[in-house]
């Protein structure tokens, strides 16, 4: 077994003048990943660079990760992680659901269930629902997160889709970056943290951090730790 950046499924940005990509062109895409090695880095399922997995037409997207058990700390569940000029890194539908799951472990920091970092997208287009949920392990310490969105990423439906966010984590979600929808909007957070202080359920913090619906209702729902 190795130790750092040993990942369940790699979608790699950019291959020459190709964008890398799992699609379909109308049927649903399902990507299940997990990270192993005994360190940091091991991720279940990492989109980089302006990779995508998406589905076309009604096509749902279903993607699970999890991070590496015997890992120490960075081992994400899932994490779409940054541009390539003008391609962004992407979990997507045309029009069907996109469901992401990921559970950070390790036993120290950093262990993201699902992140979503430097432009990074998780979106469903036409009516689609968009539902991310995140876990990171109890075992690991301070900043491991369920949901993280951080500066300048995005989860969102493109029409009235329903967006759904679940985290648990030391805290449960963190918003730097844009949760959107014209549809309604519920996000849960639960922090997880027994033994420290500083922790929240949600935490929306950052000059740029929205969580916005032009015409549905937003429910939000946080536990502190104990």
């Given at each position: 077994?190795?130790?750092?950046?040993?990942?369940?499924?790699?979608?790699?940005?950019?291959?020459?003048?190709?964008?890398?990509?799992?699609?379909?062109?109308?049927?649903?895409?399902?990507?299940?990943?997990?990270?192993?090695?005994?360190?940091?880095?091991?991720?279940?399922?990492?989109?980089?660079?302006?990779?995508?997995?998406?589905?076309?037409?009604?096509?749902?997207?279903?993607?699970?990760?999890?991070?590496?058990?015997?890992?120490?700390?960075?081992?994400?569940?899932?994490?779409?992680?940054?541009?390539?000029?003008?391609?962004?890194?992407?979990?997507?539908?045309?029009?069907?659901?996109?469901?992401?799951?990921?559970?950070?472990?390790?036993?120290?920091?950093?262990?993201?269930?699902?992140?979503?970092?430097?432009?990074?997208?998780?979106?469903?287009?036409?009516?689609?629902?968009?539902?991310?949920?995140?876990?990171?392990?109890?075992?690991?310490?301070?900043?491991?997160?369920?949901?993280?969105?951080?500066?300048?990423?995005?989860?969102?439906?493109?029409?009235?889709?329903?967006?759904?966010?679940?985290?648990?984590?030391?805290?449960?979600?963190?918003?730097?970056?844009?949760?959107r929808s014209n549809g309604d909007i519920f996000v849960n957070g639960t922090s997880n943290n027994v033994s420290g202080k500083f922790d929240a359920g949600i935490k929306i913090t950052g000059k740029n951090a929205k969580v916005t619906t032009?015409?549905?209702?937003?429910?939000?729902?946080?536990?502190?730790?104990?």
């Amino acid at each position: 077994k190795g130790t750092t950046q040993n990942y369940g499924v790699f979608v790699d940005g950019l291959s020459g003048n190709a964008v890398s990509t799992i699609t379909s062109g109308g049927g649903n895409v399902k990507v299940e990943g997990t990270g192993n090695g005994t360190a940091y880095n091991n991720y279940g399922v990492y989109v980089f660079n302006g990779g995508q997995i998406t589905a076309g037409g009604n096509g749902m997207v279903d993607v699970t990760g999890f991070g590496s058990i015997t890992g120490t700390f960075r081992n994400n569940g899932v994490f779409v992680d940054g541009l390539s000029g003008t391609n962004i890194s992407s979990i997507t539908s045309d029009g069907g659901n996109v469901k992401v799951e990921g559970t950070g472990r390790g036993t120290m920091d950093s262990n993201y269930g699902a992140y979503v970092l430097n432009g990074g997208q998780i979106t469903a287009g036409g009516n689609g629902e968009v539902d991310v949920t995140g876990f990171c392990s109890i075992s690991g310490t301070s900043s491991s997160n369920g949901v993280y969105v951080n500066i300048a990423s995005q989860i969102t439906a493109g029409g009235n889709g329903k967006i759904s966010v679940t985290g648990t984590g030391f805290h449960g979600i963190v918003v730097k970056g844009e949760i959107r929808s014209n549809g309604d909007i519920f996000v849960n957070g639960t922090s997880n943290n027994v033994s420290g202080k500083f922790d929240a359920g949600i935490k929306i913090t950052g000059k740029n951090a929205k969580v916005t619906t032009s015409m549905g209702a937003i429910k939000l729902n946080g536990e502190g730790g104990n």
